[in-house]
């Protein structure tokens, strides 16, 4: 796969397009991928997806935003995994957000990106002040367009919203539902203030990209990037015990009977199913104490599972 930073170092194949945040990648946008690759082999065209970064409501609505599923990186890997050809990372600014809808339809997507079939979901907008919509861009004489119908489950429309709700709520089977997949995190093992160690517990302090994750909370985990799939129990959160409220949220992970120096490794923890909220505790020698209960509950969990 190939990645692209920004329309204007574009140079593409003539190619089937679709267009998104892709945030998360769920199970809506993994129908749209499946169709686009589709497409494209009967027409023997390459795939090419754009992308934005910063996702455009961090651009205009900034701390009111919502909270990301997925860090660019993360989301570079899922595309590669489902086999795109091309991906466009365009950086979502000003001077971006005020193209006008029919320059966005003809002198972008037509011409610099060579797309001959464009591929959306059914509620797609595009242009400056969201002006342009399907019909509009139905109207292109260079590429034929098409839109996928909303994807359900149980009557629920799956999206990014839906997976941020079942996030924060702590329905973790809900999100994996919705996902197609564990919801994860991954990041760097960085360095710590080693205070699991000394309560016996010691963790991974996994590096987050972003400072507002779509849950928090102590949970059933697993790590990859160490060989085999590795059980844990995983906080995220901003550790009531030990900080200030305001302190920035941190990921810790307990992997169960292991014991190697793993600083710098990049590691995948997937969340499988939620313990509790974080609580602040009295003293250590209780927060120590609860921590044992949360293993316990999570090597009986990961035993069910087996």
Same mark, same amino acid.
């Given at each position: ?10 140079? &593409? ?7 998104? *945040? ?8 993994? #129908? ?14 390459? =795939? ?17 935003? !919502? ?12 595309? +590669? ?8 990372? %365009? ?8 193209? *006008? #809808?029919? =320059? ?8 610099? &990106? ?24 139905? +109207?292109?004489?260079?590429?034929? /367009? %098409? ?13 990014? /919203? ?13 999100? =994996? ?5 564990? $919801? ?6 960085? +360095?710590? %203030? ?7 517990? !010691? =963790?991974? @302090?996994?590096?987050?990209?972003? @400072? ?15 060989? +085999?799939?590795? !059980?844990?129990?995983? *906080?995220?959160?901003?550790?009531? /015990? ?8 941190? &990921? ?8 190697? *120096?793993? $600083? ?17 505790? !009295?003293?250590?020698?209780? &927060? ?8 316990? @509950?999570?090597?009986?969990?990961? #035993?069910?599972?087996?």
């Amino acid at each position: 796969m190939r990645v692209i930073r920004g329309l204007f170092a574009a140079s &593409l194949p003539p190619c089937a397009l679709t267009i998104g *945040n892709f945030d998360g990648l769920h199970c809506g946008h993994a #129908a749209i991928l499946a169709e686009l690759k589709s497409v494209a082999a009967t027409r023997s065209l390459c =795939t090419a997806v754009l992308t934005f970064e910063p996702h455009p409501r961090e651009f205009f609505a900034k701390e009111n935003a !919502p909270t990301r599923l997925s860090s660019l990186r993360e989301k570079l890997e899922y595309l +590669q995994a489902a086999g795109i050809d091309y991906v466009i990372v %365009q950086p979502f600014n000003t001077r971006f957000a005020g193209l *006008n #809808a029919h =320059t966005f339809r003809d002198e972008i997507l037509g011409q610099r &990106l060579a797309a001959r079939y464009v591929l959306v979901g059914d509620d797609f907008r595009f242009g400056a002040g969201r002006s342009g919509d399907f019909s509009l861009l139905a +109207q292109s004489p260079v590429f034929e /367009t %098409q839109h996928l119908p909303t994807i359900a489950h149980e009557g629920l429309r799956v999206s990014s /919203t839906a997976v941020r709700a079942a996030l924060a709520e702590g329905k973790l089977k809900l999100a =994996t539902q919705l996902l197609g997949r564990p $919801y994860s995190i991954s990041g760097r093992v960085v +360095q710590g %203030q080693q205070i699991g160690h000394r309560l016996g517990f !010691p =963790t991974a @302090n996994i590096q987050l990209k972003h @400072n507002r994750p779509p849950l928090s909370g102590i949970f059933v985990a697993e790590v990859h990037g160490l060989g +085999q799939p590795l !059980p844990a129990v995983a *906080n995220l959160g901003r550790r009531p /015990t030990l900080e200030n409220p305001d302190a920035l949220p941190v &990921l810790e992970v307990h992997i169960f009977d292991f014991d190697q *120096n793993i $600083y710098r490794r990049h590691l995948r923890v997937d969340f499988l199913h939620k313990l509790r909220d974080e609580a602040k505790f !009295p003293d250590l020698d209780s &927060l120590k104490a609860q921590i044992a209960l949360d293993c316990n @509950n999570a090597r009986a969990w990961h #035993a069910a599972r087996a």
